[in-house]
């Protein structure tokens, strides 16, 4: 299933005005309809729609055809097109698209706008398909079932622990398995949901590093190209470096184990996850963190309980566990949720403008699966019987912390009523000689403890926090005199960058943010390739924290994995704020950088890029804002309680000293995104409930400070984005508007001095240009060219300027005879199928050999994903194919499929 143009491509065209770039994962999907082409002069002007899907998974063609292929294409497209779209809807899926990539030629889909008129945008509905009535396979009640066999290299036990989950719609059991792989490391463990299949290890030094004063601990997460049947596209063919979504995944499984490890563990310990086999049915995420979390379980590691997690959707107004990926593109949300039997530790996610009481249902209804699992992983762990290591943990002199609380109690109390007169850099310097203050006094040569500086230290963080709880509860205050539900002052200005699309300045206390916007066609995509496919997302947020921003210096270049994780989130609360690719075709970038920082930039992040958006003049209709919630405890390490304090827009300080961090974006009416990170045991859904409605009446204070500078966005687009023009022809002529090796394409650019031109394959075209004469000059030269009677003129290199086009030579052999096997050599590969030439042509090159296609459909007997992986991974310049006959266009039809069919049942043929 993807977010695209299916069932059809709506040829009236748009005159608008943008630049360059990207798209973003969704919620759901709508198909547009084809409409009749229209003149540029009467094309209406796009309005503002409903929130639709706006993340695309395309499939790339057409780029680099031989000439072969080029005359093939001209018709083979149009076939595959049909083929692909009855083999989608056999799986119930959408049509998938063609992205075409020639050097700077990008042809690829291009959603247009719905007909202006009544009847047009009634046919568009009636043609939309429309999603079939969620049904959920009944499955076995929640159980869990631990089994020892010697069944291990050497008879070694092999311990197993199956886990049934009990959701409606999750049939497969969740396998836990130790003992048969990666045995020396101190925890290892794979874990198999149908056949998807993760192994994960947790591993730590043997001594202690004495010399930090902190958990070192490292987690990282590969998603293998082999588990999906496929080969990295990497010039070495290896995987490499991580990538964003590998990076989300490592911050997912180190934020909710992080907290339960002992404190005072110094032992490097590092996490190792990688998917082996994956099935493509759902995500891997959760079972990612549970793999990791019951491995560091059953190590030496102190791991205070065991952790799980689960994934949460929403369709219909019904919850769905672990739903699977083509579910998820119909749900509202999207939620990930990790905690122990007791308590939430972790969820992240996104939706699309929820109320904060389905949130909490649906944290409640993921944690319930959450109990069940960690009920096995305690008695998957009583079975394998590894001791808990406790003897080497970093400890404090008895009766430090009292000598430090009788010290500087009573400083640090001063120190917090006059903390309102008090900016950051003033208050930090506070902190700090405060701090070498009590070390000097109880950790110097004279002193009671020395050479205890690091003790010392952490005792003195002890009380900090102790007493910032203190003030809040007694008084109702905070460290820098607010109240505990104020949001420090907001500043805001908007358009303060000239030749920007759009920007803002977004200033919030100490924290601020410099966000732009910019626009782009369809060819500014943003591609990830991923184990599930290429996604090219039409929006992307990307945020950058440089040293200066807390006045320091250090390394600048690629992001880290905090600068990912921030970006990632911000996006998320804005994508659902999009206008649909139907009414507005920009690709949409936003930078948020960060020029000051005290606590939530993330957060700033989200509003000031909301205000540029509307700035550039992008149709939100719903303003978007966020806030950082945070939580002061008594008790950092038990799990949170009635007398838990929760703060509204936290300063660096109180998220550096408090036990939660809980950032929430979204508009008036429901939540777009949020995520929650504490340092305690766990947070009680009573105490949750409270954060989200804390944090709702924070983001409508915000809400209101964005509407006094900025209400509505811009009614006009800046002059500085280029314009957009779209149009339909007939699909048996885009071969034509192409040209061999792209070169038709290509000269039209240039000629008609346009900024790009996409052509998707049911004959969608979206041109983009500074000059609509210019534009408009382009679309009556193609038109005119698909009537056969063009060839010179602006664009007529495609067959020779100011003459008719060359005829091709022709292939000149033996027909191929139906229902043979011929072993052919690979010509092309494309993501709708690759061409096949099965018979030779003349030796000296006069005349071309016999080529087919063989559909994406007909590769293999299960469904290929990736096709130029697929094809890579077979190593090989010739397959054997059969020969199906001609379609109804006169086309060749191969099949692969049909051999390895024949040979599984016992039949073979040889041919040709």
């Known amino acids: 299933m993807r977010f695209s143009v299916a069932a059809s491509v709506l040829a009236a065209a748009v005159l608008l005005s943008a630049s360059p770039l990207s798209s973003v994962e969704g919620f759901g999907g709508l198909a547009s309809s084809k409409a009749p082409s229209s003149s540029l002069a009467n094309r209406p002007v796009f309005g503002v729609p409903d929130y639709d899907a706006v993340s695309d998974v395309r499939r790339k063609g057409f780029g680099g055809l031989s000439m072969a292929e080029d005359e093939e294409a001209e018709g083979a497209n149009v076939d595959a097109e049909e083929e692909s779209g009855a083999e989608e809807e056999e799986e119930g899926e959408d049509t998938v698209d063609i992205v075409v990539e020639e050097e700077n030629v990008v042809v690829h889909p291009a959603k247009v706008e719905h007909a202006a008129e009544e009847g047009a945008a009634e046919e568009a509905v009636a043609e939309e398909k429309k999603p079939e009535p969620l049904v ?135 996490l190792l996850s990688w998917v082996l086999s994956y099935d493509g049915a759902r995500s891997c995420d959760p079972l990612a963190i549970t793999s990791s979390a019951a491995a560091l379980w059953i190590s030496d590691v102190p791991l205070a309980k065991p952790v799980a997690a689960t994934q949460v959707g929403y369709i219909d107004g019904q919850f769905i566990l672990n739903p699977t990926n083509d579910q998820m593109e119909l749900s509202e949300l999207h939620l990930t949720v990790a905690g122990t039997k007791d308590a939430v530790l972790m969820i ?37 019987g590894k001791t808990k290591n406790y003897n080497t943990l970093s400890t404090p002199p008895e009766g430090l912390q009292e000598a430090v609380d009788a010290f500087a ?79 420090r002052q907001i500043d805001i ?113 989200v509003c000031g890029g909301c205000l540029a958006l509307m700035d550039a003049g992008v149709p939100i209709e719903r303003p978007v804002a966020g806030i950082a919630m945070g939580m002061l405890l008594d008790d950092k390490g038990g799990v949170s309680s009635d007398d838990a304090i929760i703060l509204s827009d936290i300063l660096g300080t109180e998220d550096a000293l408090g036990t939660m961090d809980f950032k929430v974006a979204g508009d008036r009416e429901g939540i777009t995104t949020f995520q929650l990170d504490i340092k305690c045991e766990g947070l009680t859904v009573d105490t949750m409930e409270r954060a989200l409605e804390q944090a709702r009446l924070g983001r409508l204070h915000i809400l209101d400070e964005m509407d006094s500078v900025l209400p509505e966005p811009r009614a006009d687009l800046p002059d500085t984005v280029p314009k957009i023009a779209q149009f339909g022809i007939p699909e048996e002529n885009i071969g034509k508007v192409i040209g061999p090796g792209g070169k038709q394409i290509r000269a039209i650019i240039e000629d008609f001095e346009l900024t790009n031109m996409n052509v998707d394959e049911e004959g969608s075209i979206q041109i983009t240009a ?30 020779g300027r100011g003459g008719p086009r060359e005829a091709r030579a022709q292939y000149v052999g033996p027909d191929a005879v139906e229902g043979t096997v011929y072993k052919g050599k690979i010509t092309g590969v494309h993501d709708f199928g690759v061409f096949v030439e099965i018979l030779p042509g003349a030796e000296d090159g006069s005349t071309p050999g016999l080529e087919g296609l063989c559909h994406v459909s007909e590769l293999h007997v299960e469904r290929v994903r990736n096709i130029q992986g697929f094809v890579a991974s077979m190593n090989t310049e010739e397959i054997e194919v059969k020969y199906l006959g001609k379609n109804d266009r006169g086309k060749i039809q191969l099949s692969r499929k049909a051999v390895l069919e024949d040979r599984m049942g016992g039949g073979k043929k040889n041919g040709g």
């Open 770 to 799: 500074m000059n609509s004469t210019k534009m408009e000059m382009a679309e009556k030269f193609i038109q005119e060219l698909i009537k056969g009677d063009s060839g010179g003129r602006g664009g007529g290199r495609g067959g």
């Open 136 to 270: 959920l396979e009944p499955v076995p009640p929640a159980s869990f079932s631990v089994e020892t066999a010697p069944t291990g290299p050497k008879g070694g036990d092999v311990h197993t622990l199956t886990v049934h989950l009990g959701a409606p719609g999750h049939p497969e059991p969740l396998v836990l398995q130790t003992g048969k792989i990666g045995r020396q490391a101190a925890g290892s463990v794979t874990l198999t949901r149908g056949d998807t299949v993760l192994l994960a290890t947790a591993a730590r030094d043997d001594d202690p590093k004495e010399s930090i004063d902190f958990l070192p601990l490292s987690v990282e997460h590969s998603e293998r190209f082999s588990s999906a049947g496929m080969t990295s596209g990497s010039f070495n063919r290896r995987d490499g470096r991580p990538a964003e979504h590998e990076v989300l995944t490592c911050r997912l499984i180190d934020r909710p184990l992080r907290p339960l490890i002992a404190e005072g563990w110094r032992h490097e310990t590092q």
């Open 348 to 384: 992240e996610g996104a939706a699309d403008f929820l109320p904060e009481s389905i949130m909490i249902a649906a944290v409640k209804f993921g944690h319930d699966a959450i109990k069940v699992m960690c009920e096995g992983l305690e008695e998957f762990g009583k079975a394998v």
């Open 409 to 487: 109690m009573e400083k640090v109390d001063e120190m917090y009523a006059a903390g309102g007169e008090m900016a950051k850099d003033e208050a930090g310097s506070v902190m700090s000689t405060l701090q070498r203050s009590v070390v000097e006094e109880l950790g110097g040569e004279d002193g009671p403890y020395p050479e205890q500086a690091k003790a010392i230290k952490s005792a003195f963080k002890d009380l900090l926090c102790r007493r910032m709880f203190e003030l809040g509860k007694t008084t109702g205050k905070r460290c820098d005199g607010r109240s505990l539900d104020e949001v």
């Open 493 to 605: 200005e908007a358009g303060i960058l000239p030749r920007v699309h759009g920007s803002a300045l977004f200033t919030r206390g100490e924290t601020q943010a410099v966000a732009t916007a910019t626009l782009g066609d369809s060819g500014m995509k943003q591609k990830i390739d991923k184990i599930d496919g290429m996604i090219q997302k039409r929006f992307y947020l990307q945020y950058t924290f440089p040293p200066s921003c807390v006045g320091e210096t250090g390394r600048v270049g690629m992001p880290g994995r905090r600068e990912v994780g921030h970006g990632n989130l911000a996006e998320r609360a804005l994508i659902p704020a999009l206008p649909d690719e139907d009414s507005f075709p920009y690709s949409i970038r936003v930078e948020s950088l960060i020029t000051e920082s005290h606590g939530s930039s993330s957060m700033a992040s």
